[in-house]
Each structure stands twice: as structure tokens, then as C-alpha cells.
């Protein structure tokens, strides 16, 4: 299983709503990415965890907020977001942070803000 | 000047052609060099990673890295349609993974 589900597909939600992403792989790889990629656009790195632990936080604004409930599972939550926060997201992961040559996408969330 | 450059394309190239696909990076302290293929509304998918100088070949794609002059290419031999799409190069230091802005392939029929 090379797979990495992320749900939903689709988002629309108002600038004062609250969501949440979810990514799930069972491949037994403890690293895990969120990327945040505009149209025409490559992805952009948000944040990382490697064995459950935030390892890299890309200058995110606090209205996402990542959570890694188990080695499985990465979450992103979101809160008060602007319609330039309109995008794919998408989340990854690998081995771990040694093995990028490991690393699979997602097949994202396409989100749009109101 | 940008961490990761690739030109944006659109590159044509006939079918059954050789596409050659470049990227310049910036940082000399870059460790690997991936090429990702994404199609349009899909992920990106890794189909090349490379390490050292020189050229790995994987069935039809040879990606050739020189660091001293911090290029890296992707060549794709016997082009077909299936590879049209954005080729996206990306460079790792340590923890972290730069994307160029992708170059657009687009082949002929």
C-alpha cells in the first residue's frame, strides 16, 4: 500500500468557520508534510513532523495549526482564513527525513475561502 | 534570484522525441535533487531522484546532475503523450524541500 488518503476532496467554508483537514498513511513512515500549492504554482512547505513532533514550521500564520495525533494520522486545522488561503492542500510523507526519495502525495484538498 | 529556477515552458516536443527539461539552483549546500510530474488538478508523483554528479537512467528518464555548475536536467527519451504534464524539480538541504516553478511539457502527436 503506497497510498496517502487525505479527506475531503473539496472545502468551501466562510471566513469565520472552523475545519480541518485530515491525512492518514499506512506505511509505516513517520515523517509527514502539509504543502500549500496556489494554481500555476509549486507547492510550498508548511509544516513537518517527523515521529509524531512538529520538526519544521514554515512561518505558517496561527490560523493553521498542524496536529499529529499518532504516527498514521497528521490533521490540519483551520480557523478565521482569508480568501487568499484559497488553494490545494496537499499532504505528503516519507520514511523519514533522511528518505525523501520515499515520499508520497496526497491527492489533496482543493480548498476555497468565501 | 530564486532558490529553484526551471523555465516555465511550454515546451513542445514531437512524439517520439527526446524532451529535455533543466533546473539551476542556488543553494551550493544542496544535498539531493528530485523531478516530480504532476498533471493538471492532480499531486505531484517523484519519478527521478539523484544524488551525485553524473546520470541515473530509469527506464525512459535519465536525470544528469553536475553541482558544480548547480544544474540538474531530466531527459525523456521516446517522448509519448502520457508525459505531458508539469515537471516540477525540487532541491533538499537537511529537513527541507525547494520546488521550482514546474516547466509545462507538452507532446505531439
Known amino acids: 500500500d503506497t497510498e496517502v488518503t487525505q479527506t475531503p476532496k473539496h472545502l468551501v467554508m466562510g471566513m469565520t468557520n472552523k475545519k480541518s483537514l485530515k491525512c492518514e498513511q499506512h506505511?509505516?513512515?513517520?515523517?509527514m508534510y502539509w504543502y500549500k500549492q496556489k494554481a500555476k504554482k509549486p507547492p510550498e512547505l508548511m509544516f513537518v513532523?517527523?515521529?509524531?513532533?512538529?520538526?519544521i514550521n514554515e512561518s505558517v500564520p496561527s490560523r493553521f495549526s498542524p496536529e499529529c495525533p499518532n504516527s498514521s494520522l497528521l490533521n490540519l486545522h483551520l480557523h478565521a482564513l482569508q480568501p487568499e488561503d484559497s488553494a490545494l492542500y496537499l499532504c505528503?510523507?516519507?520514511?523519514?527525513?533522511?528518505?525523501?526519495?520515499?515520499?508520497?502525495f496526497g491527492p489533496g484538498t482543493r480548498l476555497l475561502v468565501l | 534570484q530564486k532558490e529553484v529556477e526551471q523555465n516555465s515552458g511550454p515546451l513542445s516536443v514531437p512524439e517520439g522525441a527526446i524532451a529535455s527539461l533543466n533546473c539551476t539552483y542556488s543553494?551550493?549546500?544542496?544535498?539531493?535533487f528530485f523531478w516530480y510530474r504532476q498533471y493538471s488538478g492532480k499531486s505531484p508523483e517523484l519519478i527521478m531522484f539523484?544524488?551525485?554528479?553524473g546520470d541515473k537512467e530509469d527506464g525512459r528518464f535519465t536525470a544528469q546532475l553536475n553541482k558544480a555548475s548547480q544544474y540538474v536536467s531530466l531527459l525523456i527519451r521516446d517522448s509519448q503523450p502520457s508525459d505531458s504534464a508539469t515537471y516540477l524539480c525540487?532541491?533538499?538541504?537537511?529537513?527541507?524541500?525547494?520546488f521550482g516553478t514546474g516547466t509545462r511539457l507538452t507532446i505531439i502527436p
Open positions: 505528503a510523507s516519507s520514511q523519514d527525513l533522511r528518505q525523501w526519495e520515499t515520499q508520497y
Open positions: 506505511m509505516g513512515h513517520r515523517a
Open positions: 513532523y517527523s515521529y509524531e513532533k512538529l520538526s
Open positions: 543553494d551550493r549546500g544542496s544535498q539531493s
Open positions: 539523484i544524488y551525485s554528479n
Open positions: 525540487a532541491v533538499r538541504r537537511d529537513e527541507k524541500l525547494t
